[in-house]
């Protein structure tokens, strides 16, 4: 009741300060409009006129073209209205995006928004909880400070006030990389995420007109910033501004160089970074730093402070072959680092994207358009969140035109603005191989990232307890070699014989090179077992008993006898290394021949004795040592040879001091 009150009070009250006209003009208006098509909903239909209005052609002639110049896999009785609708808006959009300052315009904004209105909704049988174009007329999005009258801030008037009309990422996703500046299609994705961290993956109108104001703000600052900082760096005819720093007292950038600092104004541009020194009144000469030839340049976040110290973390370093030492560019910030992040961000764009071009060789064009998609990526850095980029090697120069029709203009740009029929990556019912490649990114990213969800939460603290977890993963192995000792130590005569004829017999046979494919292959019949019969249900927990709690001193003391019990471990192995080493330089010469000799009779082994019987005798006599009958004389031969092994000296190590190395150069 009290809502059919306060509509009919708002009728009212509008009819107060709006004037009715004259029942000619409706009947003009009526008799001008243009004809609605059947199959599209009454919010197609409405962006359907507006696109005709825009390409100055009727509805039927748009229709007809579409019939007649798309294939007939498009026009499927399911998805014709669909594929009608993304046609008329395409050519609309391509149209639109021709033009300058287009992005001010509310109309277009409005225009857009309806676009992904209408393209989850497109058929007259479709079933949406948006009403049509007319209500969404009287919708303006005028200034943040008129839109948000009651509540805070306008996301929280969308939010709470326009909570039925929102658009999803599918829509979002067909319509808004027409417009390459509004959204690319590599990135369209984690811009919607962006967008729509707060209203639960659904877009607000107001949330999009806000994006798109500021995407317009940015791009004409980055315009004036080019107009009056290009003549104090001299740049090159292909050298586009894309941010400058450092130019409000109140927010300055210092360049560290050892323990040297210096105020300045950093500029970031298409190919280098340039920090301009302030001097008395003036700013200095301009230093380059490259970021399009090849010099190994490394930019990452890094540590600065007074006299080279390293204590606040809101700096980005700069290193290239071209320079001595490195650079720090300190961002001077009281409660976070943010601006030091945006910085890292734009800078590792431009450099990643001259890293792309010099990998796949591209061309001019190629390459204007690499960092054309950069630049307006890096654009976007500053919207709600920061998004991430990939290249594409085979692509369409949009992202340059685009440059150009904003007014980044330039000889080369101009050159491909003339050659480029189709500006853009999107076509009509059709899915880019791009945007599968981007998808299937997408899903794997998901993935890899539920899976490293599961390793976190099986990450286990202390030695004990990582030990105890490794035995029971480890348990069929244990129990395996358990085994085979305990047939090697002849505990069971029979059991023991019964296995070292079988396995002689296989040897002969030549049967044992089958052994390790056997396992492989039983090992894969049990996992497709496994995965037959499981059939999706979740997998069971693996139980593991920890061993009893430690306090901190026994911790501590297992700890070192570790380390003790490690450090022998290496002590012992040197010392065989050392002993190699002394019979080799022939320190007792008496051992020395006899290793010789030895290791001629092996080598004479090697070359005439077929592989399975070399490995078949070794097999009896490592098998064979705690036979009963062999026992004593094995133990014999095991104690001489230890004897003749002691007896052989290490060859000497001398440890030589820092100090004393510098002292004898």
């Known amino acids: 009741m009290w809502e059919n009150i306060l509509r009919n009070h708002h009728k009212s009250l509008k009819s107060l300060f709006h004037r009715h006209k004259p029942d000619a003009d409706a009947t003009d208006d009526s008799a001008n409009s243009p ?66 300052d287009y992005l001010s315009d509310k109309e277009f904004r409005r225009l857009t928004y309806d676009m992904m209105l209408a393209w989850e909704a497109p058929s007259v049988h479709t079933d949406h909880p948006t009403e049509t174009a007319s209500s969404s007329k009287e919708e303006t999005s005028g200034d943040e400070d008129e839109a948000s009258l009651f509540y805070s801030t306008s996301t929280n008037m969308a939010l709470q006030v326009d909570d039925k009309k929102t658009v999803g990422v599918e829509a979002f996703s067909r319509i808004a990389p027409v417009c390459v500046p509004i959204a690319d299609i590599i990135t369209v994705h984690n811009l919607f995420d962006a967008l729509t961290s707060s209203s639960g993956r659904r877009l607000h109108f107001l949330v999009y007109d806000k994006y798109i104001r500021y995407l317009d703000k940015v791009i004409k600052n980055s315009k004036n910033m080019l107009a009056s900082s290009a003549g104090n760096l001299q740049l090159a005819e292909e050298e586009i501004i894309l941010d400058v720093d450092g130019t409000i007292p109140t927010q300055p950038v210092l360049q560290h160089i050892g323990i040297s ?100 060789y591209l061309k001019e064009a190629q390459k204007s358009e690499v960092l054309a998609r950069a630049m307006l990526v890096s654009g976007k850095r500053d919207s709600p969140r920061n998004v991430d980029t990939k290249k594409q090697l085979t692509m369409s120069p949009a992202s340059v035109v685009a440059l150009f029709c ?158 003790t019990q490690f450090e022998s471990l290496i002590q012992a192995a040197n010392i065989i290394l050392l002993k190699m080493r002394a019979l080799l330089l022939a320190i007792l010469p008496q051992a020395t021949e006899k290793v010789a000799v030895l290791l001629v009779v092996i080598a004479a082994v090697f070359a005439f004795v077929p592989p399975k019987y070399i490995f078949l005798v070794t097999f009896i006599e490592y098998y064979t040592r705690e036979m009963p009958c062999r026992k004593e004389s094995s133990d014999k031969w095991v104690r001489r040879i230890r004897e003749w092994w002691v007896r052989i000296p290490a060859a000497p190590v001398q440890l030589i001091k820092p100090d004393d190395c510098k002292k004898r150069k």
């Open 35 to 100: 004809k609605p098509i059947p199959q599209l909903s009454p919010l197609a239909n409405s962006v359907v006129a507006r696109c005709s209005k825009i390409l100055g052609v009727s509805t039927e002639e748009l229709q007809h073209a579409f019939d007649s110049e798309l294939p007939l896999g498009v026009k499927e009785l399911l998805t014709y209205a669909r594929h009608l609708l993304e046609f008329c808006s395409y050519k609309a959009l391509h149209k639109l995006s021709r033009t300058s």
């Open 406 to 563: 904003l007014g980044f203009k330039s000889k080369k740009v101009a050159d491909i603005y003339e050659e480029t029929t189709v500006i853009g990556d999107m076509r009509v019912g059709e899915i880019n191989p791009l945007e599968v490649a981007v998808k299937q990114s997408l899903l794997d990213t998901g993935k890899a990232q539920a899976a490293q969800a599961t390793v976190d939460q099986v990450k286990v603290e202390g030695i004990d307890t990582n030990v105890a977890v490794m035995k029971e993963l480890l348990f069929p192995v244990i129990v395996s070699a358990n085994r085979l000792q305990l047939l090697a130590s002849w505990k069971d005569f029979y059991r023991s014989t019964a296995f070292l004829l079988l396995t002689c017999y296989m040897i002969l046979r030549g049967w044992i090179q089958y052994i390790l494919p056997s396992i492989f292959v039983f090992i894969a019949i049990l996992m497709l077992w496994r995965r037959h019969f499981r059939k999706g249900r979740p997998l069971e927990a693996f139980t593991v008993t920890p061993p009893p709690n430690r306090n901190p001193v026994e911790q501590l003391l297992t700890l070192q006898e570790a380390i």
């Open 261 to 360: 600092a210096w105020p300045g104004r950093l500029t970031l541009t298409n190919y280098a970074l340039y920090f301009e020194s302030l001097g008395v009144g003036v700013y200095e000469k301009a230093v380059r730093y490259d970021l399009g030839t090849d010099m190994k340049q490394v930019i990452k976040p890094d540590l600065t402070g007074p006299l080279g110290a390293r204590l606040f973390d809101k700096a980005v370093m700069y290193k290239s072959t071209s320079i001595a030492e490195p650079v720090y560019f300190e961002f001077p910030e009281f409660k976070a680092n943010l601006r030091r992040d945006y910085w890292l961000d734009i800078s590792l764009e431009i450099l990643r994207a001259h890293m792309f071009i010099r990998k796949y």
